[in-house]
């Protein structure tokens, strides 16, 4: 908002809700995007409604509406669609036998729930839009960032998770990069580890992390917490960072400074055996 003009919409009434309403609403998004150059798509069911909300509204909400905004926003003439998605699609695919899993752009999903497959099926819908319109479409899958135990939500920020600050700032690059075409990047902390740590990360997380992240280690100690001994993933935000010029900024050391600073944006640590 300090670089463009914003218009937000939402369901409930807020301070960054210039329309309040639901994206099903036709005439609304007519009238909303009058003049509008970029759609950044964040409205979604997710994880959590999961098993609450009948299958059908995964398929109206993620997927028609979806569907519907891009195509009602070609017809509106807008120069690029950014779409907010999520790692989690990635499903069974994230966390092989015997190893953690090393999930990059490349990896195919195998997704488990009605969530995952509707994030899937809207990228893919994106993605024949772009061909077919020649409209610019960036999909940005974001990581976990929601609060927390904060000795999880440390270590998770080198290999599975990330600040919403620079989930933003991801979507600012994005808007100001436009590449051409439709991109698929992932959104997550930077990791210390490389794909050839993902059996010693399953079997031996404690002496990698020492190994590779040693202040962490430090600052785990001085707290009286353990180490965990496996890790089951690492996303690869790497492309993301090399094609949108984005870096994250936010690691363990911004979340311990949040547990300290007593933020709700972090939970006490989980108890542990």
Known sequence: MKEHEVVGIDRTPCSTADVVGDIRDTALLAEALEGVEVIIHTAALHAPHVGLVPGDEFEEINIKATEQLALMGVKKGIKHFVFTSTTALYGFASTPAGRAGWVDETVM?????????????????????????????????????????????????????????????????????RLSGFRRYIISGKTPFSKACCERLYRDANDVIREAIPGLAESFAVRGWSMPQSLDRVYDSSLAQHELGWQPKYGYESVLSLLDNESAEVLPMKSQS
């Not at 995952?116 to 960036?138: C, G, M, R, W, Y």
């Not at 940005?140 to 000795?151: G, K, Y």
């Open 109 to 177: 999903p195998r997704p488990k729930t009605i969530y995952h497959h509707s994030k899937i099926k809207a990228e893919q819908l994106l993605e024949n839009i772009s061909s077919s319109f020649d409209l610019p479409v960036t999909v940005l899958q974001m990581s976990r960032c929601f609060p927390e135990p904060v000795n999880l939500m440390a270590v998770y920020r080198l290999t599975r998770g990330i600040d919403a600050r620079d989930v933003a700032r991801a979507h600012a690059c994005a808007v100001e990069r």
